[in-house]
DNA sequence: GTCTATACTCTGATAGAC
DNA sequence: GTCTATCAGAGTATAGAC
């Protein structure tokens, strides 16, 4: 996903993913993420503007992961509640795989300096317009019952978003089961139907466990247990 | 909720509430809160032991604050689906009203030393505990169908807490009526039934407005913008 | 209780030799 | 690219006068 990077950029990055991930951005200090990453504080100089830039890299990149995973999910796919379905799918799979990154994002946003806020304000606000445009379609078409869009909209992302937060690979679930869990709660959430009955993930259009394998090959393969 | 306080630990105590909501518990500074408190750095010491006793004060706060209100708010109500509609509007309403607090409980869990996280994890668990009850008992009776209990409860908790980050009181929807919402999106995502019918928000005996008034008095007057 | 002054450590970042 | 040495400021917390 990260344009071309370099051995030594790729460890400050993972460095930087598991100590922000794990003790919060402001409470990790440059000395401990040089030491992580095998460094010395100045030598991370040489790969990396600041702190403040390493989180907005870190930021873009996630968001860049979501967004293109998202467009290529829905490739072809016209159905509300298929498109919804396929949204919760790859929401939930990119959360759990990637974590660290996601929960990096979803923490330390208030941590970015002016324009850096305002960018990644814009990449959330585009992507979460996928979701909010598949409801919309959804309850014109009368294929969802939402009372309150916005309501749903926030209450159903933040679910799938929480999944960075709880979920552990050694746990009960594998990813992508959790990510079809997440989709027959949302479903229910929204009184989705196909026809006359109500819809559920099983008789869904969705993506399979290889077309993520596909997507996403350059899985991280540890995660901090904090 | 908080045992007898003066008025300048309640300052203080707001002013933390205030920063590390904004800020992060990390990155507030000890000069930065007694500014904010109107003392200096020094005065701050004869009120709080520490930054770290004032952080576990206020999620201790927060929990017992939550635990109380959903107990008195489930007294009398046995009916599974009546008890978790109850519990939903309970932690969505003080998650809307106590929405500095509640943030800063979620955010800086991994900012509490040893012995304070497992009390606070303690608390956690005892309350969630109440969650997962309702969950199974629904089950058990056939009330509502969840095909996975864990990612059910996980998810679902995860949404009503979420409201404390997204909700603001100039927005376009009020508490009371966002936790009804909430509760119609719990009711859907669990296929909750009531004789043979879908529950419904309107069909249950829910608690009003007027409760709310009288279990939470206290209700914090302004919160932060951030 | 309040304050000023300060101790000591750690912060992000840089200079300059190699 | 790597490092050691260092800067100026901010970190939490305390001493001691009032």
Redesign the interface.
Known sequence: MTTTTTPTEERIHLAALRLFS???Y??TGIRELADEAGLSPSSLYNHIGSKEDLLLRIMRDGYARLWSTAQSGLDGIEEPVARLARLVQVHVYVHATYRQECRVID?EF??LVQGAREEILGRRDDYESLWARALVAGSENGSMLV??Q???R???L??????A??FRPEG??DVFD?SL??V???L????ATRGRRRAVASGLPLLDRSWFDRALPDRPVFQAT?
């Open positions: 794990r003790k919060g402001a409470a923490a208030g941590e009372p309150d916005r309501v749903a926030l209450g159903l933040t679910m799938c978003t929480g999944v937060h709880w009960p679930n959790v869990r997440h027959d709660l949302v229910s959430a929204t009184n904090a």
